[in-house]
């Protein structure tokens, strides 16, 4: 069966830092991976996804995710944080959209 | 704002009764998708529907049923409602059938069971 596992359930970085979302994830082929942004009283909003090809894929806002098929793992990554950047987080997995519980992001000034 | 529109944005009802929501996907869009998001259970894929049929399920309970209108709106009922039914009920709509096309999600509609 498909799972998804975001190991950080809350993360705080300073305003400029770089900035590093975990995710694994666990499926018998090659999935497809989404990471999703949800601003707080919001619904959710595709930040980029994965299915095939370049395994480092670009999104909105700035971010990035590597897919890694040997560590079952698709981070998402983003050079410099803002502070309209806190929100929570979600990695899911295709095609059966199963979600990780969410990774919370505080952005400190 | 993502096109999708969800009415009611707020219920609050008793155990026991039965309640509709409603879903307005983006204009052109096909696919509407229906989740629960509590704290409980997290983010759950509850069912999908393409140009009116049933096309994937999820965690969907025996309690909760779904459908897709000729005019592509869609509507969740939730019956017997516990007090384990509260939480936040997204829609998302795709252009077409398959997972790995864009969804765009709605405000979402929280409900709320006393």
């Known amino acids: 069966a498909q799972s998804v596992t975001q190991p950080d359930i809350h993360i705080t970085v300073s305003e400029g830092a770089s900035l590093e979302l975990r995710c694994n994830y666990s499926y018998g082929a090659t999935p497809y991976l989404f990471w999703y942004v949800q601003s707080p009283g919001q619904g959710l909003q595709l930040l980029l996804k994965y299915f095939s090809g370049d395994t480092l894929v670009q999104g909105i806002k700035g971010f990035e995710a590597e897919f890694k098929r040997s560590q079952s793992s698709f981070n998402l990554r983003k050079p410099s944080v803002h502070w309209s950047d806190a929100a929570e987080y979600f990695c899911a997995v295709g095609p059966d959209m199963r979600f990780g519980a969410g990774t919370r992001l505080t952005v400190k000034p | 704002d993502s096109g999708v529109t969800q009415t009611p944005k707020h219920l609050i009802t008793a155990t026991g009764q039965r309640v509709t929501l409603r879903c307005s996907p983006r204009?052109?869009?096909?696919?509407v998708y229906w989740y629960q998001q509590s704290l409980d259970q997290g983010l759950q894929f509850l069912i999908q529907?393409?140009?009116?049929?049933?096309?994937a399920k999820g965690n969907i309970l025996e309690r909760f049923s779904a459908q897709q209108f000729p005019d592509l709106h869609s509507e969740l009922n939730l019956s017997s409602l516990e007090l384990g039914d509260s939480a936040l009920y997204f829609c998302?709509?795709?252009?077409?059938?398959?997972?790995?096309?864009?969804?765009?999600f709605g405000p979402g509609t929280r409900l709320t069971v006393l």
């Open positions: 998302a709509s795709s252009v077409a059938s398959g997972t790995y096309n864009e969804q765009f």
């Open positions: 204009s052109g869009d096909l696919s």
């Open positions: 529907y393409y140009n009116g049929e049933e096309r």
